[in-house]
Structures are given as structure tokens and as C-alpha cells.
């Protein structure tokens, strides 16, 4: 397992910019498919953006396409979220999730930060 931690959240307004990261430890960081997932007052859970390892390949959730950009250094073992034109029903916490094979369910996911609380008024 990995072990991970997010930071970056905060309140910002409508239509503002907001960056995540989340740091892991462990040397083998670069192995990981590395996601972001969110949940809501009230909400399930839901996946927003994954990574494959090596950074190649991407995958959103539709209603963060163009707004949100993942990516990864492999050398600093972090994970980004790029955040823009955010909207107020983008409010959630944010969970960074590490995963040994592709996948953009919570389940395929087994290591998990604390989550990092973003909140966007209007």
C-alpha cells in the first residue's frame, strides 16, 4: 500500500481556479494508477479524474472534461488536480486513490488520503 495525503482545497468562488495535490510515500509510487474522487454533502462517492503510471493515459468524468487536468511526477511521487472554471456544485471533499491495475471505481482503488475539503459559492 501507499500511503497518501491531499492538500490544496479551500473556498473559492464561482468560476475560480484551485489546484489539488497529494504527496504519497513509498518507492514504488510509479507502479500506481493514481485517481481523484469526490463526495458530497449527502452523496456517494464518485470518481473524477485517474492516471495511468506512467502518465500516459487519462480519463474523466464527464462533467469535469475541460475543466479539470490530472497529472503526476513520478520523481516528487505526487499527483495533481488543475481545477478551473469551478462551479458550485464541484463542492466536495477530494480523495486522492491509488490503484495496482486501470479503473475509475472507488472499488478498484486500495490505498486512500483523508481528503481535502473544496467548497465553490456562487
Known amino acids: 500500500q501507499v500511503h497518501l495525503v491531499e492538500s490544496g482545497g479551500g473556498l473559492v468562488q464561482a468560476g475560480d481556479s484551485l489546484r489539488l495535490s497529494c504527496a504519497a510515500s513509498?518507492?514504488?509510487?510509479?507502479?500506481?494508477?493514481m485517481g481523484w474522487f469526490r463526495q458530497a454533502p449527502g452523496k456517494e462517492r464518485e470518481f473524477v479524474a485517474a492516471i495511468s503510471s506512467q502518465g500516459v493515459r487519462t480519463y474523466y468524468t464527464d462533467s469535469v472534461k475541460g475543466r479539470f487536468t490530472i497529472s503526476r511526477d513520478n520523481a516528487k511521487n505526487t499527483v495533481s488536480l488543475q481545477m478551473n472554471s469551478l462551479k458550485p456544485e464541484d463542492t466536495a471533499i477530494y480523495y486522492c486513490?491509488?490503484?495496482?491495475?486501470?479503473?475509475?471505481?472507488?472499488?478498484?482503488?486500495?490505498?486512500w488520503g483523508q481528503g481535502t475539503q473544496v467548497t465553490v459559492s456562487s
Open positions: 486513490a491509488a490503484a495496482s491495475n486501470w479503473g475509475n471505481d472507488s472499488s478498484d482503488f486500495g490505498s
Open positions: 513509498g518507492r514504488t509510487f510509479s507502479s500506481y494508477v
